[in-house]
């Protein structure tokens, strides 16, 4: 059996594409500007700025509905502890973090030594440098300071997946755990309304809980009532998506109430059930869209630290708001990103 074989190749397709839209909605980052002083393609950065957050809570349910399909099992059934899980995870997420949290650091300080500050006001120093780099940056500091923003995301990442599989792994029904990923979901929720600012509980580890976890609760329903995975819902769920956000934004008619919960009620478990439909596998499960998807990670954590780089060096020798320019650059991130990936690979096969 093929590697592609195990895979939902158009959740890999929608990864890299969602990876594309986040890249472009901080293009602006690019001068150390506001979005609004850049004229770049206005519609589509305008777009993927204004919607990186649902883009993200995506990611969120895409991670906890295969975590529960390809590891629940395994650690319930006593395949697989805790530890090699959590290890397995870190080898995955955290070299190419560490290598972006350097690269982010190296330019910034070049950047202040030329100009006399640091770039986009974004501040470095060796505490928040330290607790990036380890990934656990988000587990203990309620007020941000990320060293290259994007990487919030994988330090709440790796905690989900560490409380995922100690719920796993742990000596009680399948019922028991069904509960407690349920109520991981609620205390999200609990800690977004009310703004907690605890340590392992606040400000966006909140948002991850939940979107994870309903990730996991929707991999659980899916495989309790297999019947749900008809491609028409999907569909369905998508259009209803699409008409809210257009009466929303043309309309003024806020059919949505939260993007964010929309999108992983709607969207997420549609893009995963479009990806089993048959048709659709044919299409996508491929080895094309698995290296999309594999690369759609590095492109996530190296873009900032491309464009800071970029506007270190070539601060005035580029026409930012040409076409051409965001092509060549979104193909220069990609190649990073394809060689990083390759390079991995070759250092996990030693």
């Excluded at 770049?40 to 700025?49: D, G, R, V």
């Excluded at 907690?196 to 509980?201: A, G, H, N, R, W």
């Excluded at 478990?269 to 596998?281: D, R, S, T």
């Amino acid at each position: 059996m093929s590697t592609t074989d195990n895979r939902n190749g158009f959740v890999d397709f929608v990864k890299f594409v969602m990876a594309l839209l986040i890249m472009w909605g901080h293009y602006d980052y690019i001068i150390g500007q506001e979005f609004e002083s850049v004229s770049i393609t206005k519609t589509l950065t305008e777009f993927a700025h204004e919607n990186v957050t649902v883009i993200v809570c995506i990611f969120f349910f895409i991670s906890g509905f295969f975590a529960w399909q390809f590891s629940y099992r395994k650690l319930s059934d006593g395949k697989t502890t805790i530890g090699p899980f959590v290890i397995k995870k870190i080898k995955r997420l955290y070299p190419l973090m560490a290598v972006s949290v350097v690269w982010f650091c190296a330019a910034e300080l070049i950047y202040r030594g030329a100009y006399g500050h640091f770039w986009a006001g974004r501040e470095v120093n060796l505490s928040n440098a330290i607790l990036t780099a380890l990934g656990i940056n988000r587990w203990v500091s309620t007020a941000g300071g990320d060293i290259n923003g994007p990487i919030w995301y994988v330090s709440v990442l790796m905690l989900c997946y560490i409380v995922f599989g100690i719920i796993a792994a742990f000596k009680l029904s399948d019922e028991y755990k069904t509960i407690i990923f349920a109520g991981m979901v609620v205390l999200g929720i609990i800690s977004q309304l009310n703004e907690l600012t605890f340590p392992l509980v606040a400000d966006k580890v909140g948002r991850g809980y939940m979107c994870f976890f309903l990730g996991v609760c929707f991999a659980i329903l899916f495989k309790a009532y297999p019947k749900y995975k008809n491609f028409w819902a999907a569909i369905l769920a998508i259009v209803i998506y699409a008409i809210a956000i257009t009466a929303k934004e043309n309309y003024r008619l806020d059919l949505l109430g939260n993007k964010n919960i929309a999108a992983i009620f709607t969207l997420a478990p549609a893009f995963i059930v479009l990806g089993e439909n048959g048709v659709f596998k044919k299409v996508f499960n491929n080895s094309l869209c698995e290296w999309l998807g594999r690369i759609s990670y590095p492109m996530f954590l190296f873009h900032i630290p491309t464009y800071l780089t970029i506007g270190l060096f070539l601060r005035d020798g580029i026409n930012y708001n040409s076409y051409l320019t965001i092509i060549i650059i979104t193909l220069f991130v990609g190649a990073i990103s394809f060689a990083a990936e390759k390079l991995q690979e070759m250092s996990n096969k030693r």
